[in-house]
Nanobody
Framework: QRHLVESGGGLIQAAGSLNISCKAS?????MGWFRQAPGKEREFVAA???????LYADSVKGRFAISRDKQKLTTHLQMNKLQPEDTAVYYC???????????????WGQGTQVTVSA
């Protein structure tokens, strides 16, 4: 089985920073982060390919940074200047390409809650 496990979510004040992690049991060409807020559709946040190319949603560009530790099979999302609008369950996922399309992703983690207070 392929497993992805997110960790590091929590409660943070607006303008604060948080780093969340995704530990995989396998290697993957593409790793991505998505988020889902209450009452909203799941949306793309960031992705990174094995060679290191990145994609970011406009809403997080300049504030969030995705990184990967290939040896540890771990993907991180550093979130800075957090806003209440960033409140969501954050999911990591794996894909065979660098993509922002959720249907391209094959495996998903269980999610970690990030709550940003005003």
């Amino acid at each position: 089985q392929r497993h992805l496990v997110e960790s590091g979510g929590g409660l943070i004040q607006a303008a604060g920073s948080l780093n969340i992690s995704c530990k995989a049991s396998f290697s993957s060409y593409g790793m991505g982060w998505f988020r889902q807020a209450p009452g909203k559709e799941r949306e793309f946040v960031a992705a990174m390919s094995w060679p290191g190319q990145t994609l970011y949603a406009d809403s997080v560009k300049g504030r969030f940074a995705i990184s990967r530790d290939k040896q540890k099979l771990t993907t991180h999302l550093q979130m800075n200047k957090l806003q209440p609008e960033d409140t969501a369950v954050y999911y990591c996922a794996s894909a065979g390409r660098l993509t922002a399309v959720d249907l391209d992703y094959e495996s998903w983690g269980q999610g970690t809650q990030v709550t940003v207070s005003a």
